[in-house]
């Protein structure tokens, strides 16, 4: 996701200072305190303007504009079809990525076996290094509070790609998702379809 980040900076021309954040299992940098007192969520990318934190690709994309006034590159249109667009990214991103990639579905297309013990290990090693950072920060309320709401949410995650009929209703939503994206590709950007 980070290189989306990358990508809007880029296109609107703005300076940034990278600063790598290994997300691989057994590193987690994403868990460590310094990090973790950055970004409350325990996600990448993080954008730092003027001390204030923009967490996650999709914030930073919608919220681009607004942080770097001066740029002569406009992501979203000032007019009304402004929302029509947003409507349309919002859409895109509300696709459940991590479900789709980890989960399988009886009847779907299945990752390589190397890819599933990777993906299985992954989970099990990610759960171990947050309830490990939870513990060892149990007496900071602070890291405590971001370890713990990181745990429910990967948790959450972990029950889905283990629930056939939950990954089954993403990929339904998910199909539906594509033919409206898709509908809306070729009839224009505007719900009644001109342009």
Not at 43 to 57: E, F
Request: charged share 30%; hydrophobic share 35%.
């Amino acid at each position: 996701y980070s290189c989306e980040a990358r990508l809007v900076l880029e296109e609107k021309g703005i300076k940034y200072q990278e600063h790598d954040v290994c997300i691989v299992a057994g590193i987690f940098d994403q868990y460590k305190p310094d990090y973790v007192r950055i970004n409350a969520r325990c996600v990448v990318p993080s954008l730092v303007v003027d001390g204030k934190v923009t967490s996650d690709a999709h914030n930073i994309v919608l919220n681009a504009d607004r942080l770097f006034p001066k740029s002569t590159v406009k992501l979203f249109p000032d007019d009304d079809s402004r929302n029509i667009v947003k409507e349309q990214f919002d859409l895109a991103c509300s696709v459940f990525v991590h479900a789709l990639t980890f989960g399988e579905v009886e009847g779907g297309p299945k990752l390589p076996w190397i890819v599933n013990l990777i993906a299985k290990n992954y989970h099990e090693k990610n759960y171990n290094a947050l309830t490990a950072k939870l513990k060892e920060h149990e007496n900071d309320p602070y890291l405590k509070a971001c370890y713990e709401g990181k745990l429910k949410i990967l948790t959450k995650q972990i029950e889905i790609l283990n629930d056939e009929k939950q990954l089954c209703d993403i990929v339904d939503a998910t199909k539906d998702i594509m033919r409206q994206l898709n509908d809306q590709l070729i009839n224009g950007p505007s719900k009644d379809g001109t342009s």
